[in-house]
């Protein structure tokens, strides 16, 4: 079946660093990634998609400067949170569409997700 | 905006029981729908989906079915095993909206020994 990859799975940092997630899918193309947040016991809430050789697009209340989103090639993107704060803590699940061309299923398929604790 | 809600929060089964878990979704235009499972620490696996032109799909173990006329989604899980304890999401895509996915909020299925 199709695999995403995220790393780092874990990172603390200091209070205004920044922290960069990459996201990888193993075994196929994505022209499309999304960008999830998860708090505790609550769903997943999106916060953009990225398109390969484009610019990502935003859920609205989302800061973009905030979180860079930069999706290079077909098999990765990075969302880098950036001058982090303690309310950015939270677990940070990327996902990668498969579009269905080479054989698969037109659906998405999620990363292991990244805890981010800010300290 | 338009939601996708679940009917319960939590659900407790016996092992070797059947589970059914339940979701309500309110976006008439949405034509994807696909049932989630995320471990604890975990992202969400892919279980199983179904196209709004159909009203049930099988799988190993599981079966979707879907009822467009109250727009409602349910998740059946035979003879549950421990290994399915988790937190189960429905997700919808709404037609169009190059597939991205709106979740509903969750059910803790918890399979009693």
């Known amino acids: 079946g199709a695999v995403v990859s995220q790393h780092p799975s874990r990172v603390i940092c200091k209070s205004g660093t920044s922290v960069k997630i990459e996201c990888r899918s193993l075994d196929f193309q994505a022209t499309t990634m999304f960008w999830y947040r998860q708090f505790p016991k609550q769903s997943l809430m999106l916060m953009a998609t990225?398109?390969?050789?484009?610019?990502?697009?935003?859920e609205q209340g989302v800061e973009k400067d905030k979180f860079l989103i930069n999706h290079a090639s077909l098999t990765l993107s990075t969302l880098t949170v950036t001058s982090a704060h303690p309310e950015d803590s939270s677990f940070y699940i990327c996902?990668?569409?498969?579009?269905?061309?080479?054989?698969?299923?037109?659906?998405?398929?999620f990363g292991p997700g990244t805890r981010l604790t800010v300290l | 905006g338009e939601n996708v809600g679940l009917h319960l929060p939590t659900l407790s089964v016996q092992e070797g029981d059947n589970s059914i878990i339940n979701c309500a979704y309110s976006n008439s235009a949405s034509d994807y729908f696909i049932w989630y499972k995320q471990e604890s620490g975990k992202g969400p696996q892919f279980i199983i989906d179904?196209?709004?032109?159909?009203d049930k799909r099988q799988g190993q173990r599981v079966t979707v079915l879907l009822n467009k006329t109250v727009k409602h989604l349910s998740l059946q899980i035979a003879a549950t095993q421990p290994g399915d304890s988790a937190v189960y999401f429905c997700?919808?895509?709404?037609?169009?909206?190059?597939?991205?996915?709106?979740f509903g909020s969750g059910t803790q299925l918890t399979v009693l020994p």
């Open positions: 996902s990668a569409r498969d579009n269905g061309l080479a054989g698969g299923a037109d659906t998405q398929y």
């Open positions: 179904i196209r709004s032109n159909m």
């Open positions: 990225s398109n390969e050789g484009s610019k990502a697009t935003y």
């Open positions: 997700a919808e895509n709404p037609s169009g909206s190059a597939r991205q996915l709106t």
